[in-house]
């Protein structure tokens, strides 16, 4: 965690569509220097521009040494990255490895 920054919790909406997209950008501009940790568990659809725009944030939060996380992805969740053949771990789910203190 860096210092000074704060944290932050926010669960996803169900539906992360293309739609989604503006919002979900805005909230995480909000949090900029915030560890930020995501809930995942009540998404049932998540479009291409969502994925993108958490990659984006999960990698810009890294280099700036700050925890960006996503927790408890829902099987929609994790089947619509799967399939559109994007690593878990490019989004901030911690793999097994690093949850039991791993790589």
Do not use: N
Not at 20 to 33: I, N, T, V
Not at 52 to 79: C, M, T, Y
């Amino acid at each position: 965690m860096s210092e000074g920054g704060g944290y932050c919790q926010i669960t996803l909406d169900a539906k992360l569509a293309s739609r989604a997209a503006p919002e979900l950008y805005e909230r995480l501009s909000g949090h900029k220097d915030d560890t930020v940790v995501l809930d995942a568990s009540k998404v049932e659809q998540v479009g291409v521009l969502c994925l993108q725009i958490l990659a984006s944030a999960h990698k810009s939060w890294s280099e700036r040494g700050l925890e960006f996380e996503v927790v408890d992805p829902s099987a929609a969740f994790r089947e619509s990255t799967e399939t559109l053949g994007l690593d878990l771990s490019l989004i901030g789910v911690a793999t097994m490895g690093e949850v039991q203190g791993g790589a």
